[in-house]
């Protein structure tokens, strides 16, 4: 602590004069950093026989500091914008044949579904070509996961199909361009700006919502085209489309044909190739896995060639084909977005913007776990926005990562983002060299294509089940995702299931309910042995080699304490004692953060339950009903109230211990109210104070904040009085040799001019710590912060101590 008769610097005295002018009172700030223990024993020389540890506070300057950019920050940030540049160096042959094999693999398996997708977008299906090619070409330069493939996905598909046929009066390219266009620049900004962990706030149970409610809704619209059937609208509420699809099954086409046999065809070969032969053969699973994968492109080879033999001879087709798809590039060119353009689309761009996120951050870090390695949310950002502003300009339209040709390129033997590259070089040989084949495709086996990627997008009731045993209110979520979709739409359902697991976390935080503790003393058991902690074998913080280990595991009798919920709700065994921890001292824990959400729901319990369990120092005695308060009732007729009989066995009010161990930061309005708490049960316990003890607060701004609002210290000077009082520290062991010493600044003096130091030249040495022969303690706390401890049972000794010394 500064002495007091230092010389005050001249920004100190500007400061004082400046807020005398202000009126503001620095007291508090003084009493913080001067509390009143300060000059009795409060650095306890003669108990931990060595300097004491002052911790230094937080100061705003020190805060703005955390995020000043520095050059090699920058230098980091600009690499870390091209992710690429930190392996491309040391891509290699072996590398580059596990990349061929993935790459060719999801180029067979991209080409059919964009088409598909892009039939979902209301949109020629070249354009899902153009996505295809952009999406892997671009991505692999920004990306920090190898399994990821971007490209048309049938969720985005269907939300731009949706806008397209909303504003028919506007060229469906110019929409989609441009809706990719803005929603990759507003995701490419969250991923400039590191915002990449708002995506945590979108939960597991709405991402399982979402994706099952729309495979449940796109299968439903695809079914009319399945069957070849037409006159309803397979856009509408899903519960609408179903109905009139059963309505109108008497106009089944020969469309059918073509639809359900692919679609029979696709499950069955997936079923033959994953379930019997892989277990038949299980030496061969890697040839059925990519017999599984190409399933899609034999089926539409098949199909198409089915088509071909029946249709040439026809001039007009028997059923609906894709007919001419152009060669080539024939969309690129410069987006056209103007006023109208972005009209239409701009109550659907929040949509589409999450489930851009949803989709490829969900999926990217899944696979991220499964492979083990880590990606970057805000990186992925970028990758995704890139993609979408560069796409318009080669005609593509929004995409993001899809989970089944993610899938297959994991398990395809995936070793870089570089296959992204092959993929691309595929899917420009299909635009320039395979588009005449594509004639013939039928539309119905192309819906067949979507309905089975699409069914492996819904959450199977197994893992529904989980969900049930791990968290039943947000089954219920889950539920309610799905059903939204089904009778709205996929962006209702969207917006209600992010909305509802805000409301779950805002009023699991509102009434985040505290738990008072008890003490039970255990000890540590293996096999009928008490294991025996030897503290002696820890001094030097060194652990004990294995023999000493095992000999020590026989022997007197060690325990310690643990602190239990006093109302047993942690589940632990019931035939467990927990006792209170003294009379008169209360320990809550705080479960789920303390700040201004959740700080009256905490304090109005904690305050209910000592009036309950304590009585006031001054029993008030009411003779005459109008001398009680009018918000006391008091004793029930025929009976007698505790203060009033002065029969009371309730302990006083003594200390109170606020575990903080769940806590990271406070704020304003709960420092206030734990000041309003502090005053109310000072009264209450008046004239005597109470003391306010905290075990692990671990934020230097938190123990910052509550020194200021005048907690970690005693409020009044206890040498007052001739009163004698020792705080309780906790202290570390540490060996001899490590213990180091300031020897410049306890001999105070110049080495190079061999005088003492003083005024001046004393602030300009630079202290140099020589390792010395010393005592083998040290605080673990600043010595002027007693009442902050490290642990529970730190805090209840200091306070069980005060209570003894008072």
């Known amino acids: ?115 598909a997708y892009a039939k979902l977008a209301n949109l020629p299906v070249e354009f899902g070509l153009y996505s295809s090619f952009v999406g892997v070409m671009i991505y692999w330069f920004f990306a920090t996961s190898k399994d990821i493939t971007i490209g048309p996905v049938a969720v985005m598909s269907t939300l731009v199909g949706n806008i397209v046929i909303a504003s028919p009066h506007l ?12 929603a990759g620049s507003i995701v490419t900004l969250l991923g400039l700006l590191r915002l990449g962990f708002v995506v945590e ?70 079923w033959f190739t994953t379930s019997f032969l892989s277990k038949k053969y299980p030496l061969q699973k890697k040839t059925w896995f990519f017999l599984a994968t190409l399933r899609t492109a034999f089926v539409l080879l098949l199909f198409t060639l089915i088509s071909f033999l029946v249709n040439r001879g026809h001039k007009k087709p028997i059923f609906k084909i894709l007919q001419t798809v152009p060669s080539g590039f024939r969309h690129m060119g410069v987006p056209v977005i103007d006023r109208e353009i972005i009209a239409s689309f701009q109550s659907e761009l929040p949509a589409t913007v999450i489930v851009m996120l949803i989709e490829h951050i969900a999926i990217s870090k899944s696979f991220g776990r499964i492979n083990n390695y880590t990606i970057n949310p805000s990186q992925e950002m970028i990758a995704i926005g890139i993609t979408n502003i560069i796409g318009p300009f080669f005609g593509g339209y929004p995409a993001t990562g899809s989970f089944s040709r993610t899938a297959i390129k994991s398990k395809a033997g995936v070793r870089t983002p570089f296959a992204g590259v092959i993929t691309g070089i595929v899917v420009l040989l299909a635009i320039y060299l395979l588009t005449a084949v594509f004639y013939y495709i039928p539309n119905s086996s192309l819906s067949a294509v979507i309905i089975h990627a699409v069914g492996d997008l819904i959450t199977p009731p197994n893992t529904v089940y989980k969900f049930w045993l791990v968290s ?21 359902g969207i917006y209600v299931t992010v909305a509802a697991s805000a409301v779950v976390l805002l009023f699991r935080t509102a009434k985040a309910q505290g738990n008072f503790l008890g003490r039970v003393k255990i000890h540590s058991v293996v096999g009928d042995q008490l294991i025996v902690d030897d503290s002696s074998r820890y001094l030097d913080n060194k652990a004990p080699s294995e023999s000493s280990k095992r000999s020590s595991a026989i022997g007197s009798d060690s325990s310690r304490n643990v602190f239990l919920p006093l109302d047993r709700r942690d589940g632990s065994n019931p035939g467990i004692e927990v006792v209170s ?35 006031a120092t001054t029993p008030q005695h009411h003779a005459d009903a109008g001398d009680r308060a009018w918000n006391d009732a008091g004793p029930k007729r025929g009976q007698v109230g505790h203060a009033d009989s002065g029969a009371d066995t309730r302990p006083l009010l003594r200390s109170i211990i606020l575990d903080f161990s769940s806590v990271n930061n406070v704020d304003i309005t709960s420092v206030q109210n734990l000041i309003d708490v502090r005053n109310q049960l000072d009264r209450y316990a008046a004239p005597d104070k109470v003391e306010w003890h905290f075990a692990a607060v671990n934020n230097r701004w938190t123990k910052r904040a509550l020194a200021a609002a005048g907690f970690g210290y005693p409020t009044e000077d206890r040498s007052a009085g001739g009163k004698n009082w020792t705080p309780v520290f906790s202290v570390a062991h540490i060996a001899e040799s490590e213990v180091a010493i300031d ?64």
């Open 581 to 615: 921890p003294y009379p008169g001292v209360f320990i809550y824990r705080f479960s789920e953060g303390f700040i201004y959400a959740n700080a009256t729901h905490y304090t109005e319990y904690l305050v209910a339950h000592i009036f309950e369990s304590t009585r």
């Open 1 to 115: 602590m500064a002495d007091s008769s230092a010389p005050v610097s001249g920004s100190s005295k500007v400061g004082r004069a400046l807020a005398s002018f202000l009126q503001i009172d620095l007291t508090p700030a003084n009493l913080a950093r001067n509390p009143p223990h300060a000059n009795n024993q409060g650095r306890a020389e003669s108990v931990l026989e060595s300097d004491s540890f002052v911790e230094t506070e937080p100061t705003v300057i020190e805060w703005v500091g955390e995020f000043k950019p520095t050059g090699s920050g920058f230098a980091e940030y600009l690499l870390g914008l091209f992710p690429f540049v930190s392996w491309i160096h040391r891509y290699n042959l072996k590398w580059l044949y596990g990349d061929l094999v993935a790459g060719i693999t999801v180029g067979c398996v991209v080409i059919p579904q964009g088409m």
């Open 171 to 182: 060229s469906g390219q110019a929409i989609a361009s441009g809706l990719a266009l803005i």
């Open 201 to 270: 706030y979108i939960p597991l149970t709405a991402i399982a919502a979402f994706m099952t409610g729309s495979a449940i809704s796109i299968a439903a619209g695809q079914v009319a085209n399945l069957m070849g059937m037409t006159g309803f609208n397979t856009r509408g509420p899903t519960y609408l489309v179903i109905i009139n699809s059963f309505k109108h099954l008497p106009s089944t086409k020969l469309d059918a044909a073509m639809g359900l046999s692919a679609l029979f065809l696709l499950y069955l070969l997936r």
């Open 743 to 806: 020897t410049r600044e306890k001999q105070g003096l110049d080495e190079e001019a061999g005088k003492p130091l003083t005024g001046r030249d004393s602030e300009d040495v630079h202290p140099v710590r020589t390792a010395v022969a010393g005592p083998r303690r040290r605080v673990v706390g600043s010595v002027l912060r007693p009442f902050f401890h490290p642990d529970i049972d730190g805090a209840l000794q200091s306070a069980i101590r005060s209570i003894e010394d008072r």
């Open 472 to 492: 039943p209110l947000e089954v219920f979520i889950f539920f309610a995702g799905v059903f939204v979709t089904i009778f709205t739409s996929i962006e209702n």
